[in-house]
């Protein structure tokens, strides 16, 4: 069974930074996209970044470009958002997820599979 497992989220004020962590299990992850979404109170999930196994090639959302990072271990089967100059509006539970190749994959449906999110709060 395919297991992603977030951590990392907390509690920042405006300016700082948290590292999101994701712990794949369960599968070769070598050929992946992996991703990271988040969703807001009130808004629907979105696109933040992504990353392919293979390759190491990166993906931002406008929103997070500039100050978020994301990499990945790939003998850990983890990767990861490093989130720097944090502001009100990256409050939200963050996702991780994955799916089979590697792409620009930038919508949930084309997901394959989730984590259970992680709480980002960010306060002013």
């Known amino acids: 069974q395919v297991q992603l497992v977030e951590s990392g989220g907390g509690l920042v004020q405006t300016g700082g930074s948290l590292r999101l962590s994701c712990a794949a299990s369960g599968r070769t992850f070598s050929t992946y996209t992996m991703g990271w979404f988040r969703q807001a109170p009130g808004k629907e999930r979105e696109f933040v970044a992504r990353i392919t196994m293979a390759g190491g090639s990166t993906y931002y959302a406008d929103a997070v470009k500039g100050r978020f990072t994301i990499s990945r271990d790939i003998a850990k089967n983890t990767f990861y958002l490093q989130m720097n100059s944090l502001k009100p509006e990256d409050t939200a539970i963050y996702y991780c997820?994955?799916?089979?190749?590697?792409?620009?994959?930038?919508?949930?449906?084309?997901?394959?599979?989730w984590g259970q999110g992680t709480q980002v709060t960010v306060s002013s």
């Open positions: 997820a994955a799916r089979s190749g590697g792409s620009y994959y930038v919508t949930p449906s084309q997901y394959e599979y």
